[in-house]
């Protein structure tokens, strides 16, 4: 005889799944990855004492020079100075051939005299005229024509006498007297040659200063300080010294150099510091103390130049923006933006972001 055991409610499968299902939730599954910790190269940021120290050669040249010629053309005769010759101001430099200005001035003068011949016998006609003008017995017709031609003669005399003046200075022109003090520092032309007017025959370099001249690249001009004082010292002797401070800059680059001529005038140049001499100008850049970085540790935040900062407490990393001073393919100088000892990364720093924890390769001191 079989017996039938009635079948549990289907309602008692239920609590039994609710019970297995609250202990795999209590279980909690797989733990969460932790976070991720990247190795970083870092640098502590340290205070610059100074600025950088840039030398450059140059020459000594004269703060003014002066290109003495001729007013007149003409064959040149006789040159009386040579480079390295000292003049003063009223010394004739050089000649030219004298006769066709000596042949002007006895025509001019010859001319001179034939008018003033002629305004005598003009001048009689006249006061004859005038004399029978007023006993009647002439026309006042013929009394006019007296009158004028006098007045046309005058014209002719002053006329004659302009001319002499002229080849009087023309002949004048033909010796070349300078007018500064200085030395010869070019010779333009040679005894002999036929010279037109305003040909250099020589130039003068005048006494009044001396310039040390360099040609500066356009990155190191850009970087110039405003108004720099540069110390100028002569290459064959570092005793020898001076200062000086930027007189002249060049509008335009040297068309092969691509360098900017820059003229120092110097403060009461030493007598060792001649014309030509090779000297070496000094100059410091960012006078102004800042922090010097490795260029690696730039990035960028809002289109403006940044670093990351690490936390050395919770060894996390935040992104600062700061300035800049000046910079290098090597280096930069921060000028705000961090504070001495900060720890900023150089080498990682494209893979970073906000918060990340960091591990330091070294660097930090």
């Not at 070496?280 to 935040?301: D, K, N, Q, V």
Request: with cysteine; charged share 20%; glycine share 10%.
């Amino acid at each position: 005889m079989q017996h039938r055991f009635p079948r549990p409610p289907r309602r008692a499968a239920l609590p039994c799944a609710l019970a297995i299902g609250l202990l795999a939730a209590c279980d909690g599954g797989p733990p969460p990855a932790p976070p991720e910790i990247r190795p970083v190269r870092v640098v502590t940021v340290e205070r610059a004492a100074g600025g950088e120290v840039v030398s450059l050669t140059g020459t000594v040249q004269a703060e003014t020079e002066v290109n003495l010629a001729f007013r007149i053309d003409g064959r040149l005769v006789e040159r009386l100075v040579n480079v390295g010759d000292t003049v003063r101001a009223g010394q004739v430099v050089a000649r030219l051939n004298r006769e066709n200005e000596e042949n002007g001035l006895r025509a001019a003068r010859a001319q001179l005299a034939a008018a003033r011949a002629q305004l005598v016998e003009a001048q009689n006609n006249y006061w004859r005229q005038s004399e029978l003008l007023r006993d009647g017995w002439t026309t006042r017709v013929r009394y006019d024509q007296a009158a004028q031609t006098r007045q046309s003669a005058q014209s002719a005399v002053d006329a004659a006498e302009a001319q002499v003046g002229i080849a009087e200075t023309r002949l004048g022109y033909t010796e070349l007297v300078s007018d500064v003090n200085g030395r010869v520092t070019q010779r333009g032309a040679e005894p002999g040659e036929v010279v037109q007017p305003g040909r250099m025959i020589v130039q003068v370099a005048r006494d009044e200063g001396r310039d040390a001249v360099f040609d500066v690249p356009p990155t190191l001009k850009d970087q110039a300080p405003a108004n720099p004082v540069i110390e100028v010292v002569l290459a064959t002797d570092p005793n020898v010294r001076t200062t000086g401070r930027v007189r002249e800059v060049a509008p335009r680059a040297d068309a092969v150099t691509g360098t900017f001529q820059v003229r120092v005038g110097l403060a009461d140049p030493p007598p060792a510091m001649r014309l030509g001499a090779t000297v070496t100008g000094r100059l410091t850049l960012g006078a102004s103390a800042g922090f010097a970085i490795p260029a690696s540790a730039l990035t960028r935040a809002d289109r403006q130049p940044a670093v990351w900062v690490v936390n050395p407490a919770e060894q996390t990393v935040a992104l600062r923006t700061v300035e800049l001073v000046r910079h290098d393919p090597g280096h930069v100088v921060v000028g705000s933006g961090l504070e001495p000892g900060e720890i900023v990364v150089t080498a990682g720093v494209q893979a970073l972001r906000p918060g990340q924890k960091v591990r330091l390769l070294g660097g930090a001191r």
